[in-house]
């Protein structure tokens, strides 16, 4: 395969990340790869089944001996509503919200190419974070409901290098898109904003990462990415203030996995990732302060690789993932921890070429809050929140 092709379809993959749907803590997303789906995202970090394994540890590059290209996508269907709401000084008033669902589409791209024995490069395209609820126009308390969507593309260029048998290292550049629509407003005999916002912008992160291979069945990986408060340009309008820009703060990560390939058969996977989602304390919309409070969050996943056949390797695995909203929690985004059931299989083609296909269902907990609508006006809602998802990815990777 022709090595600008593959390149030019991994940018095209990437400027094509369309609407996303948030499925883990905060509005982060974990849908990188199917082969990492399969597992929940257990020891994704050091596998290296294919290039997709960069967007977790650049350093595993160096575990590859031929060029490897990698691309798909992964579908998510939501299921988030409202059970139940009602405003404090409108008692009986019943703001139930079933439609929140939705289906959304986020691909990916990855490729890997060794130079010798201890320099590769890479190039990948894909997303860390996303979400969106859109509430129905009619919606009785707009001012708590409304828009709300988040979107972010990564295009990423690593390299990495091999010291000896066991270590290898390896860094990168993330070029990270973001754009933002929020919109609140009262309704009175027209609609009258409490926020309208619209923007985009762009930031740079980097991303570090170090793999030690104790030997060819056991390796482990850790990794750092650094992700940059984006500023974002457009409209801001707040309680009749006006701004051009808002600041979007990312959290950084850091994962440790391991893989253990027990016998021919099996292998045993686990990794556990801390987001630094407290960075995501409050946005400032033209002056009007939101105050969001999240915490740290993260998660922690098991899994296991089953080698039937040279044609065919199961995986199955499980999640839990650690809620980034603490006592500020939201209608707009509804979050908790959430539990992962995952399994996956690949079917390898020939000796180059593999089909991946993973499946999870997420199962959120429900969530009874009271949010207050701003500080300058103090109303309050009293909801119960549940969020549940499916999510179906498929992946196609050749080494040439």
């Given at each position: 395969m022709?090595?600008?092709r593959?390149?030019c ?21 974990n ?11 257990a ?46 000084f ?10 929140l ?36 126009d ?27 048998s066991?270590?290898?290292?390896g860094?990168?550049?993330?070029v ?5 629509k ?24 980097f ?20 992700s940059?408060?984006i500023?974002t ?34 292998a ?14 409050h ?25 039937l ?43 180059n ?10 199962m959120?907990?429900?969530q ?27 992946q ?5």
């Open positions: 022709n090595n600008k593959i390149l379809q991994a940018i095209t993959l990437a400027l094509s990340l369309g609407s996303t749907s948030v499925f883990a803590a905060g509005f982060q997303i849908a990188q790869s199917a082969t990492g789906l399969g597992q929940a995202f020891g994704d970090g050091v596998i290296a089944d294919n290039a997709s394994v960069m967007a977790r540890n650049p350093a595993a590059m160096m575990l590859f001996s031929r060029p490897n290209f990698s691309a798909g996508f992964t579908v998510i269907k939501t299921d988030s509503r409202v059970k139940e709401a009602r405003i404090d409108a008692k009986h008033s019943n703001l139930q919200a079933d439609d669902s939705g289906t959304s589409y986020v691909p990916n791209a990855y490729l890997v190419m060794p130079v010798n024995q201890h320099w590769a490069w890479g190039v990948s395209a894909y997303s860390n974070f996303g979400t969106t609820t859109q509430f129905d009619d919606y009785l308390a707009p001012g708590f409901g409304g828009t709300t969507s988040i979107h972010s593309a990564n295009l990423g260029a690593s390299v990495a290098y091999r010291l000896n066991q270590w290898s290292f860094a990168g550049i993330d990270i898109h973001g754009q933002g929020i919109q609140r407003f009262f309704r009175t005999n027209k609609r009258i904003p409490v926020i309208n916002v619209d923007t985009k912008g762009t930031g740079v992160g991303n570090l990462g170090a793999v030690y291979q104790y030997n060819t069945n056991n390796r482990f990986g850790l990794s750092y990415r650094y940059p408060t500023k340009k457009g409209t801001v309008e707040s309680l009749g203030s006006h701004a051009d820009s808002l600041e979007i703060p990312l959290p950084d990560m850091v994962e440790f996995s391991g893989y253990h390939r027990i016998n021919q058969k099996f045993a996977v686990y990794a556990v990732q801390w987001v630094g989602w407290s960075r995501f304390d946005l400032n919309f033209a002056g009007t302060q939101k105050n969001y409070a999240w915490k740290d969050g993260g998660h922690i996943s098991l899994g296991g690789i089953y080698y056949n040279p044609q065919w390797t199961l995986r199955a695995g499980y999640m839990y993932d650690i809620s980034a909203t603490d006592h500020v929690k939201s209608i707009a985004i509804p979050d908790s921890d959430r539990q992962w059931f995952t399994t996956g299989a690949t079917y390898h083609m020939n000796t070429t593999s089909i991946d296909l993973g499946f999870a269902y997420i959120g907990e429900d009874n809050f009271t949010e207050k609508l701003s500080e300058t006006f103090p109303i309050r809602l009293h909801a119960t929140t549940r969020a549940d998802a499916m999510l179906f990815g498929i196609y990777s050749h080494s040439f």
